[in-house]
């Protein structure tokens, strides 16, 4: 049984995203010479995260208490989901000025937590903040400011962090488009890639670091079932990929991550909750299969043709190159919805067919009529009048 809790987050939580607040996008601006002292400097910072964050692409860096950092280049329209709600946020915290001593004792300290780095890519702008203080250092131009930015509702009101943690959701989208961002051989098999790419985001999930709030325990690969297949050009197959997730507290806030969307089965005997992602993967470039998107459902291939401008023999043609539910449910739903003038010519698309692919259209046909109220009534007889000279498969 899927947990309560999952109705509730899916509410507030963006499938690739985690437990954070979504600041609220800005109304009317106090007038400059009305601004308080740190709503000015709210606004400065946001105006440099905006320089950074405005541009095609820019470079978030996680580092751990170690040294170890994990760097990663933010690309605008692939992995910055929840970039631009992060410079509505400044406002939520009460600025004010630090030193650069102060600063410099926080990353001498072993208590700093993790630093993150918001920058440019060419390193002349950045915003830097760590996990477990409210000091901040804003670069331009070559100079470096210092300040405390201080989020007066945490520990009082759900989903209110420090900078950091409005900051480092845009890490963590990073990290999950990383861990999903798998390629498998292009000589397998879709079943044989769905497995592949199953095992892959297991392991990835395995080895995200520790800075990663939503990280498992553990993950194994579960079933991967493919249920849609298309052979043209670029080949793709859409599958439902299953993981087996043990989480530390699986009702906690910090689970929202797994929570979103369908959520999470209840454990096992063993402490692993089943979670399920429908997967679309193409072949990419180099003749690899790549997942190319994923979600709680509604994914089907995409054959280069708008089936509401279809003909019917582009409609034949893609039945004949697919597999599983287009070529079982949509296809002959949008055959038989074409205009009768275009549904004459369904004899004569057919001949591109085998006998034995003919009779298979022409049954899938049949067990769709129930499913065209919307452009009219059918019967079998009047499908054996358009089907012309295969019209006696039905009885085969």
Known sequence: MKRT??????????????ARKQPEK???????????????????????????????????TVEEPDGTETVFDIVKGENDYNVEGRKYG???????????????????????????TVASQDGKAAIRCCSESDLAALEQDGKTSYYQAVNPKEGKEPFEWKLYGNLEMIALDAMSHQVWSTTADGALSPAEAAEDL????????????DWVDWKPLNAKAGKAQVYDVYLGEPQQFCCNMGLRVKLEAPESAEAGYWQAGAGLDEPDSEGYCSYGSQVYVVKNEDGDWAIRERGTGGYFVQPPVEYE??????????????????????VPYYILALPKAELAKLPAAMDSLTEDQAR????????????????????????RTVLGKYGDLLDA
Not at 5 to 18: H, I, W
Not at 360 to 383: H, I, P, V
């Open 309 to 330: 401008k279809a003909t019917a023999a582009q409609l034949v043609e893609i039945s004949r190159l697919t597999e599983g539910e287009t070529h079982d449910w949509r």
């Open 198 to 209: 199953t095992e892959q985001v297991a392991e990835n999930y395995r080895t995200a670091p």
């Open 360 to 383: 298979e259209l022409s049954c899938l046909l049949e067990k769709n009529l129930d499913r065209t109220k919307e452009t009219g009534a059918w019967t079998r007889e009047d499908l």
């Open 5 to 18: 809790l999952a109705l509730l987050l899916m509410m507030t939580l963006l499938l690739t995203g985690c």
């Open 90 to 116: 400044f406002g939520d915290y009460t600025w004010s000025s630090a030193s650069e001593e102060d600063w410099k004792a926080l990353l001498a300290s072993k208590d700093r937590g993790y630093l993150l």
């Open 26 to 60: 800005e109304g009317t601006q106090t007038p400059e010479a009305q601004q308080t002292e740190s709503e000015k400097l709210a606004a400065e910072a946001a105006d440099l995260y905006g320089t950074i964050a405005e541009a095609e692409t820019f470079r978030v």
